[in-house]
């Protein structure tokens, strides 16, 4: 009978194999907001599922918890912020053997699809690191809600923003926190803090909710 690690190692070879045939996708959508290209998720499952069936690696992701933020847009909408972590049971369909990872999606809309979106980006982030996914594009999708297209001038963007010294101590509360520039803006879901639609408490809300899931990620809770 074969002992853990020989299980473990034939898992990964699996792995491998599918990274060796799965290679580089060319991008097939476009981001008009940012300019730039990127490999969809259809794009993805699509090459990716007969790669997993030839060599019997069965991936099955599962949420675990969901946190929701709301807040209003710049045209008083509102906006939920959904934050989901998802088990990935990685399955050798040969042997039996499974191990668990753990991932964190965000994303916001107005529409009601905000969960749905965060989930699809967990398992598709993830899976791109998986695999070592090559790409030329950055990590968002080909949406960008209303909060996250405002316009960058002074007047579309909100007061404490604005403000030298509330902005000097947001950014002090971010570096407290150890959050890069990048994190920030992930967890805000915009590409510039001006582009945030909520207040300065709405934005610490979700940095912090960003962070507790970081942290239990970390942990492997």
């Not at 794009?43 to 997993?52: C, I, M, N, Q, V």
């Not at 191990?99 to 979106?117: H, L, Y």
């Not at 920030?184 to 507790?212: C, P, Q, W």
Request: aromatic letters at 8%.
């Amino acid at each position: 009978m074969e002992n853990e690690l020989e299980l473990r190692a034939k898992l990964y070879q699996k792995i491998l194999g599918v990274m060796n045939d799965l290679g580089g996708i060319e991008p097939d959508g476009h981001n008009k907001f940012s300019n730039y290209k990127y490999v969809s998720h259809q794009r993805f499952t699509k090459e990716l599922h007969p790669l997993s069936i030839k060599h019997k690696l069965l991936i099955i992701p599962s949420a675990v918890q969901m946190d929701e933020e709301q807040f209003s847009s710049g045209t008083n909408k509102m906006v939920i912020r959904s934050t989901i972590r998802v088990e990935q049971r990685l399955c050798d369909a040969e042997t039996g053997y499974s191990e668990v990872c753990q991932c964190i999606g965000a994303d916001q809309d107005t529409g009601g699809k905000s969960a749905g979106q965060a989930f699809t980006e967990a398992d598709k982030r993830w899976k791109f690191k998986l695999f070592q996914l090559m790409e030329s594009a950055p990590d968002p999708d080909d949406k960008t809600t209303e909060a996250a297209t405002q316009t960058k001038s002074k007047e579309s963007v909100n007061k404490w923003i604005l403000n030298e010294e509330t902005r000097k101590n947001f950014w002090i509360y971010c570096n407290e926190e150890t959050l890069t520039n990048d994190e920030v803006h992930t967890a805000l879901g915009v590409e510039s803090v001006n582009d945030f639609g909520g207040s300065k408490d709405d934005a610490i809300r979700m940095l912090s909710n960003y962070v507790k899931n970081r942290v239990a990620e970390a942990e492997g809770k």
